[in-house]
Protein backbone atom coordinates (compact mmCIF):
# COMPACT_ATOMS: atom_id res chain seq x y z
CA UNK A 1 0.00 0.00 0.00
CA UNK A 2 1.18 3.36 -1.08
CA UNK A 3 1.89 5.71 2.34
CA UNK A 4 -0.23 8.36 3.10
CA UNK A 5 -0.01 11.95 1.92
CA UNK A 6 2.60 14.29 3.71
CA UNK A 7 2.05 18.64 3.93
CA UNK A 8 5.48 20.18 3.63
CA UNK A 9 6.61 23.50 3.03
CA UNK A 10 8.88 23.92 -0.21
CA UNK A 11 10.13 26.95 -1.78
CA UNK A 12 11.41 25.27 -5.05
CA UNK A 13 12.35 28.94 -7.04
CA UNK A 14 13.67 30.84 -4.54
CA UNK A 15 17.64 31.21 -4.21
CA UNK A 16 18.94 30.09 -0.59
CA UNK A 17 22.46 30.89 0.10
CA UNK A 18 23.43 29.43 -3.71
CA UNK A 19 20.96 27.09 -4.11
CA UNK A 20 17.51 26.50 -4.79
CA UNK A 21 14.63 23.88 -4.09
CA UNK A 22 14.33 23.88 -0.25
CA UNK A 23 12.42 21.65 2.25
CA UNK A 24 11.87 22.82 5.65
CA UNK A 25 12.46 20.05 7.98
CA UNK A 26 11.77 21.63 11.49
CA UNK A 27 11.14 25.87 12.64
CA UNK A 28 10.53 26.25 16.48
CA UNK A 29 10.25 29.78 17.18
CA UNK A 30 9.94 30.19 21.16
CA UNK A 31 8.81 34.16 20.55
CA UNK A 32 5.88 32.63 19.20
CA UNK A 33 3.74 31.75 22.41
CA UNK A 34 1.61 28.88 20.49
CA UNK A 35 4.86 27.25 20.01
CA UNK A 36 5.70 24.25 22.49
CA UNK A 37 8.71 22.68 23.12
CA UNK A 38 9.91 19.39 21.27
CA UNK A 39 9.02 16.12 23.25
CA UNK A 40 12.16 15.41 25.74
CA UNK A 41 13.19 19.04 25.78
CA UNK A 42 12.11 21.29 28.86
CA UNK A 43 10.62 24.77 28.64
CA UNK A 44 12.20 27.65 30.85
CA UNK A 45 8.96 29.01 31.32
CA UNK A 46 10.40 32.36 32.18
CA UNK A 47 12.55 32.59 29.23
CA UNK A 48 10.41 30.48 27.06
CA UNK A 49 13.22 28.46 26.18
CA UNK A 50 13.63 24.88 25.53
CA UNK A 51 16.42 23.23 27.07
CA UNK A 52 17.70 19.80 28.74
CA UNK A 53 15.45 18.21 30.76
CA UNK A 54 17.45 15.38 32.14
CA UNK A 55 20.39 16.08 34.42
CA UNK A 56 23.52 14.84 34.42
CA UNK A 57 26.27 14.65 31.71
CA UNK A 58 23.75 13.67 28.60
CA UNK A 59 22.10 14.57 25.92
CA UNK A 60 18.51 14.81 25.06
CA UNK A 61 16.99 14.39 21.93
CA UNK A 62 14.64 15.45 19.00
CA UNK A 63 14.11 13.57 15.51
CA UNK A 64 12.70 15.51 12.50
CA UNK A 65 11.63 13.45 9.81
CA UNK A 66 12.59 14.34 5.93
CA UNK A 67 9.52 12.16 4.91
CA UNK A 68 11.92 10.07 3.00
CA UNK A 69 12.74 12.65 0.42
CA UNK A 70 16.54 12.68 -0.68
CA UNK A 71 18.74 16.02 0.38
CA UNK A 72 22.77 17.02 0.04
CA UNK A 73 22.70 20.40 1.51
CA UNK A 74 21.03 21.00 5.02
CA UNK A 75 21.30 24.50 6.11
CA UNK A 76 19.41 26.44 9.31
CA UNK A 77 20.47 28.66 12.35
CA UNK A 78 19.83 27.73 16.33
CA UNK A 79 19.45 30.42 19.09
CA UNK A 80 21.21 30.07 21.91
CA UNK A 81 21.92 31.08 25.54
CA UNK A 82 24.56 30.74 28.21
CA UNK A 83 23.10 28.62 31.43
CA UNK A 84 26.12 29.26 34.16
CA UNK A 85 29.38 27.63 32.98
CA UNK A 86 29.50 25.60 30.42
CA UNK A 87 32.51 24.12 28.90
CA UNK A 88 31.78 23.85 25.22
CA UNK A 89 34.13 21.22 23.53
CA UNK A 90 36.12 20.89 26.56
CA UNK A 91 33.32 18.95 28.44
CA UNK A 92 34.78 15.62 27.17
CA UNK A 93 37.57 15.57 24.87
CA UNK A 94 37.00 12.09 24.64
CA UNK A 95 33.57 11.64 23.81
CA UNK A 96 32.53 10.09 20.48
CA UNK A 97 29.53 11.36 18.43
CA UNK A 98 26.78 9.07 20.32
CA UNK A 99 27.86 10.42 23.54
CA UNK A 100 27.82 14.61 25.08
CA UNK A 101 31.12 15.58 23.50
CA UNK A 102 29.92 18.91 23.67
CA UNK A 103 27.96 21.90 25.99
CA UNK A 104 25.36 23.02 23.52
CA UNK A 105 23.79 21.72 20.29
CA UNK A 106 24.84 18.87 18.07
CA UNK A 107 23.11 18.22 14.29
CA UNK A 108 23.30 15.08 12.96
CA UNK A 109 21.50 12.42 10.34
CA UNK A 110 21.89 8.80 10.34
CA UNK A 111 21.31 6.46 13.47
CA UNK A 112 24.09 3.56 13.49
CA UNK A 113 26.69 5.05 13.30
CA UNK A 114 25.42 9.23 13.81
CA UNK A 115 26.97 11.57 11.03
CA UNK A 116 27.78 15.22 11.84
CA UNK A 117 26.21 17.89 10.44
CA UNK A 118 26.86 21.26 12.92
CA UNK A 119 27.51 21.40 16.38
CA UNK A 120 26.76 24.99 18.28
CA UNK A 121 28.87 25.44 21.49
CA UNK A 122 28.63 27.01 24.62
CA UNK A 123 31.60 28.45 26.16
CA UNK A 124 31.25 30.39 29.54
CA UNK A 125 33.60 33.43 28.99
CA UNK A 126 34.91 35.96 26.42
CA UNK A 127 38.02 36.59 27.35
CA UNK A 128 39.28 32.54 27.57
CA UNK A 129 40.41 31.09 24.53
CA UNK A 130 38.19 28.40 25.22
CA UNK A 131 36.62 28.00 22.06
CA UNK A 132 38.59 26.24 19.02
CA UNK A 133 37.95 29.61 17.02
CA UNK A 134 39.00 32.06 19.73
CA UNK A 135 42.79 33.62 19.04
CA UNK A 136 45.15 32.10 20.56
CA UNK A 137 44.07 28.44 21.71
CA UNK A 138 44.75 25.27 22.29
CA UNK A 139 41.76 23.86 22.11
CA UNK A 140 40.39 21.56 19.45
CA UNK A 141 37.32 20.05 18.47
CA UNK A 142 36.22 16.33 17.60
CA UNK A 143 37.84 15.09 14.51
CA UNK A 144 34.29 14.08 13.38
CA UNK A 145 33.68 17.76 13.70
CA UNK A 146 36.13 19.63 11.78
CA UNK A 147 35.23 23.06 10.98
CA UNK A 148 31.90 22.73 11.31
CA UNK A 149 30.63 24.15 14.17
CA UNK A 150 30.00 27.47 15.93
CA UNK A 151 31.27 28.92 19.25
CA UNK A 152 30.34 31.78 22.03
CA UNK A 153 30.28 32.75 25.23
CA UNK A 154 27.72 34.60 26.85
CA UNK A 155 29.43 36.34 29.78
CA UNK A 156 33.10 38.63 29.11
CA UNK A 157 34.40 37.39 32.56
CA UNK A 158 32.15 38.51 35.39
CA UNK A 159 31.32 35.77 37.87
CA UNK A 160 28.93 33.26 37.04
CA UNK A 161 25.34 31.95 38.69
CA UNK A 162 23.10 29.38 37.62
CA UNK A 163 21.17 31.54 35.61
CA UNK A 164 20.12 31.84 31.89
CA UNK A 165 22.15 35.11 30.32
CA UNK A 166 19.55 36.13 27.48
CA UNK A 167 21.72 39.29 27.54
CA UNK A 168 23.79 38.18 24.66
CA UNK A 169 22.70 35.85 21.71
CA UNK A 170 24.87 32.73 20.77
CA UNK A 171 25.51 31.71 17.44
CA UNK A 172 24.09 35.14 15.86
CA UNK A 173 27.64 36.54 14.33
CA UNK A 174 27.49 39.26 16.99
CA UNK A 175 29.34 40.70 20.68
CA UNK A 176 31.99 38.68 20.28
CA UNK A 177 34.11 40.57 22.20
CA UNK A 178 38.07 40.33 23.53
CA UNK A 179 39.72 36.73 22.78
CA UNK A 180 36.29 35.12 21.04
CA UNK A 181 36.27 38.06 18.15
CA UNK A 182 37.07 35.87 15.32
CA UNK A 183 34.51 33.21 16.32
CA UNK A 184 32.04 35.81 14.46
CA UNK A 185 33.91 36.04 11.51
CA UNK A 186 32.54 33.35 9.75
CA UNK A 187 30.75 34.68 6.71
CA UNK A 188 27.10 32.59 7.29
CA UNK A 189 26.37 33.37 10.29
CA UNK A 190 23.99 33.15 12.03
CA UNK A 191 23.05 30.63 9.40
CA UNK A 192 24.98 27.52 8.51
CA UNK A 193 25.28 25.20 5.33
CA UNK A 194 26.59 21.80 5.12
CA UNK A 195 27.26 19.97 1.51
CA UNK A 196 26.92 15.85 2.61
CA UNK A 197 29.53 13.71 1.10
CA UNK A 198 26.64 11.84 -0.48
CA UNK A 199 22.83 12.47 -0.95
CA UNK A 200 20.65 10.76 2.03
CA UNK A 201 16.96 10.43 3.27
CA UNK A 202 17.87 10.19 6.92
CA UNK A 203 16.16 12.17 9.35
CA UNK A 204 17.43 15.14 11.28
CA UNK A 205 18.17 14.83 15.08
CA UNK A 206 18.88 17.90 17.23
CA UNK A 207 20.39 17.05 20.29
CA UNK A 208 21.17 19.36 23.57
CA UNK A 209 23.77 18.40 25.44
CA UNK A 210 25.50 18.87 28.73
Request: aromatic letters at 10%; one cysteine or more; proline letters at 9%.
Amino acid sequence: ASSPPVQAYCDLEKEFLGSKGWMRVANLDMTDPNQRCPPNFKLNAGDRLCGKSTDGNACDSVKYTTSGVRYSKVCGRVAGYQFASPDGFRACPTCTIDEPYVDGVSITHGDSPRKHIWTFAAEVYETENFCPCSSPTDIQPPSFVGNDYYCEAGLLREPYSAVVYSDDVLWDGERCDANEAPCCDRPLLPWFCKELPEPTSDDLEVRICA
